[in-house]
């Protein structure tokens, strides 16, 4: 686990920070994989209804285009790198009101039926709200909720 922050009392300069942690998911890398794409994280995700513009099928593929959220929290989202011979993918995520982020998932193997799980975000905020919700995701809370997606996938029938 990783904490960079990049921050000042001038709230009028940026605030960045960058958070990783690593799950295990008991399924064999090409399944697990798949989870981590926007299609396949409707299948464990609660609440994750993507609006898909590009393609219209969801399909993942570079420079996707889709939403989630409203509101305040409406995100715009495309994948910038697909690499899926090497098990990489790397989304950027933009939430205007409040803060962008670079998303980045590698998956290795780890036995035949088991997968690492690697996931980092870089997270920069664009205004108070997004200082906010960047000084509210501590290292531990950031952590927490990933290991929560191991409990949810290994949680689908």
């Known amino acids: 686990m990783a904490q960079k922050a990049l921050s000042s009392p001038d709230k009028n300069r940026p605030m960045q920070r960058d ?8 399924r064999p890398i090409f399944e697990a994989f798949l989870l981590f794409t926007p299609k396949g994280e409707e299948a464990w995700v609660p609440g ?25 929290e409406k995100t715009f989202w495309t994948c910038l ?47 108070d709200h ?9 290292e531990s809370a950031f952590a927490k909720s990933i290991d929560e997606w191991s409990d949810l996938i290994q949680a689908m029938a």
Not at 101 to 119: L, S
Not at 130 to 138: C, K, M, Q, V, Y
Request: glycine share 6%; net charge negative.
């Open 19 to 26: 958070y990783s942690h690593e799950i295990m998911v008991d």
């Open 48 to 72: 994750w209804n993507p609006t898909y513009v590009r393609p219209e099928s969801g399909e993942t593929c570079e420079e996707m285009i889709f939403t989630t959220g409203e509101g305040d």
């Open 81 to 127: 790198s697909w690499q899926p011979d090497r098990w990489h993918v790397r989304y950027l995520r933009l939430t205007p009101a409040s803060r962008i982020a670079f998303v980045d998932v590698q998956c290795r193997p780890e036995g035949k039926d088991r997968t690492r799980v690697r996931v980092a975000y870089q997270i920069q905020a664009l205004s």
């Open 130 to 138: 997004g200082r906010s919700h960047i000084n509210a995701l501590t």
